[in-house]
């Protein structure tokens, strides 16, 4: 074969590759099976969910600690009584749930991770007002409105490693299915003040495994969520646009600790958007604390973090 023939047929090769690439009909992933820009969903802003405390029942199945004690037919904030009769808790995490209620009954406030100023553990922290998701290509970071604007990461396409050592938020790894976000967080530390997945003061344990998914729904789709939100909780005066009509971000996560549990349990959080811009908070200890008679426990260290 000639030279000039040879280069002919490169030169066809190469102007099939490049209408093929031009049509969009090119075979077989073209970065290694992982979703392209244009595929991932777009999470961005500030978003909002001025409920109290929070967590949506699911529409079915085993759901999350809810409130005895209600005010206008829902959740009454003023009054914490978590129901320790819930199937999903074990006998013991029922007590603790129980004994947490009784304190709220007797008109004092227990503490939590909330109102004490420390890191708040998921999925304890779905409860916050407030939400911004920064997306990345290896990497989601999500910042929370209370207290001091905590945040937590999580890395893209990547495995928990075999060894986890326990933070405040776990180890989060996430990845896309299509359209959702996929979470999936293990080891939140337990060796901590104030160790809850919710307000109730229900506890949990180092086998703790929880498994977020993010969603855009039309607002159609996502009033069946803002429904069961409002027939449970406590709606909350802080800004949102009520008269939004647009996308919503939808949140449904499932729990599981065999060591607090009896089964996997979901809620969700349905989110809308701000009419208004991210405010600046603060979360201020308070060493002489309002709860039981005696001081607050303030985080302290022996030496610097850094």
């Known amino acids: 074969?000639?030279?000039?023939?040879?280069?002919?047929?490169?030169?066809?090769?190469?102007?099939?590759?490049?209408?093929?690439?031009?049509?969009?009909?090119?075979?077989?992933?073209?970065?290694?099976?992982?979703?392209?820009?244009?595929?991932?969903?777009?999470?961005?802003?500030?978003?909002?969910?001025?409920?109290?405390?929070?967590?949506?029942?699911?529409?079915?199945?085993?759901?999350?600690?809810?409130?005895?004690?209600?005010r206008n037919g829902v959740s009454n904030w003023d009054q914490l009584v978590g129901d320790y009769t819930n199937p999903i808790l074990k006998p013991q995490a029922a007590d603790i749930v129980k004994r947490h209620g009784e304190i709220s009954l007797s008109g004092v406030t227990?503490?939590?991770?909330?109102?004490?100023?420390?890191?708040?553990?998921?999925?304890?922290?779905?409860?916050?007002?407030?939400?911004?998701?920064?997306?990345?290509?290896?990497?989601?970071?999500?910042?929370?409105?209370?207290?001091d604007h905590e945040f937590r990461q999580v890395r893209l396409n990547q495995p928990h490693p075999a060894q986890v050592t326990p933070s405040w938020y776990g180890d989060s790894v996430g990845h896309y299915e299509g359209e959702t976000l996929v979470i999936d967080t293990v080891r939140v530390r337990t060796d901590r003040p104030f160790a809850?997945?919710?307000?109730?003061?229900?506890?949990?344990?180092?086998?703790?495994?929880?498994?977020?998914?993010?969603?855009?729904?039309?607002?159609?789709?996502?009033?069946?969520?803002?429904?069961?939100?409002?027939?449970?909780?406590?709606?909350?005066?802080?800004?949102?646009?009520?008269?939004?009509?647009?996308?919503?971000?939808?949140?449904?996560?499932?729990v599981e600790d065999e060591g607090v549990f009896t089964m996997p349990w979901s809620a969700t959080i349905t989110y809308g958007r701000g009419s208004g811009e991210w405010e600046e908070e603060a979360c201020a200890e308070n060493r002489h604390g309002y709860y039981d008679k005696k001081d607050a426990e303030v985080p302290t260290a022996d030496k610097p973090d850094f």
Not at 11 to 23: D, M, N, P
Not at 36 to 63: N, Q
Not at 232 to 240: G, L, Q, S, W
Request: hydrophobic share 40%; glycine share 8%; proline share 11%.
């Open 110 to 147: 227990y503490p939590t991770p909330a109102n004490q100023c420390w890191p708040e553990p998921v999925p304890y922290i779905f409860w916050n007002f407030g939400m911004e998701m920064l997306q990345q290509p290896d990497k989601i970071t999500i910042i929370y409105g209370n207290p």
């Open 196 to 254: 809850m997945v919710d307000a109730y003061g229900t506890p949990y344990t180092q086998a703790l495994h929880v498994i977020e998914r993010y969603r855009l729904l039309d607002y159609e789709a996502a009033k069946e969520g803002l429904d069961r939100d409002a027939r449970e909780n406590f709606r909350v005066p802080v800004d949102i646009n009520r008269a939004y009509r647009g996308k919503h971000l939808q949140l449904q996560f499932t």
């Open 1 to 70: 074969m000639s030279t000039m023939w040879r280069v002919f047929l490169l030169l066809a090769v190469w102007a099939a590759a490049a209408a093929t690439s031009a049509s969009g009909q090119a075979a077989g992933p073209a970065n290694d099976g992982k979703p392209s820009a244009t595929s991932v969903p777009d999470f961005s802003g500030v978003w909002r969910h001025p409920s109290l405390p929070g967590f949506e029942p699911p529409a079915s199945g085993p759901g999350p600690v809810t409130n005895r004690s209600r």
